[in-house]
Nanobody
Framework: QVQVVESGGGLVQAGGSLRLSCAAS????????MGWHRQAPGKQRELVAD???????NYADSVKGRFTISRDSTQNTVYLQMNSLKPEDTAVYYC???????????????WGQGTQVTVSS
């Protein structure tokens, strides 16, 4: 089992910045992909960005050029630097860790509890 804990959300004015952090912990597991999704009220959860164990990144078109995802593999931690925030970025942001334990065959998605990001206009 992998535990996922996010931090760093909050309230910021449009044009401001926030940095989200997500740490994965557990016993004897290996991580493939770490990423961030978000869900705004009345909308479906959507991918924001993710990063593979090899460092390849993927971003939603709506955040390209403004958000940067990075990963500290030694600490099993992923970060999301969010700059030039817009009111439409307001959502609950969820961290997802795609990992497997030493006795597992396949990978499992482990989700955090979510952290609220609110951008005021």
């Amino acid at each position: 089992q992998v535990q996922v804990v996010e931090s760093g959300g909050g309230l910021v004015q449009a044009g401001g910045s926030l940095r989200l952090s997500c740490a994965a912990s557990g016993r004897r597991f290996s991580i493939n992909v770490m990423g961030w999704h978000r869900q705004a009220p009345g909308k479906q959860r959507e991918l924001v960005a993710d990063i593979t164990s090899g460092g390849s990144t993927n971003y939603a078109d709506s955040v390209k050029g403004r958000f940067t995802i990075s990963r500290d593999s030694t600490q099993n931690t992923v970060y999301l630097q969010m700059n030039s925030l817009k009111p439409e970025d307001t959502a609950v942001y969820y961290c997802v860790v795609v990992a497997k334990g030493s006795l597992q065959v396949g990978f499992t998605d482990y989700w955090g509890q979510g952290t609220q990001v609110t951008v005021s206009s």
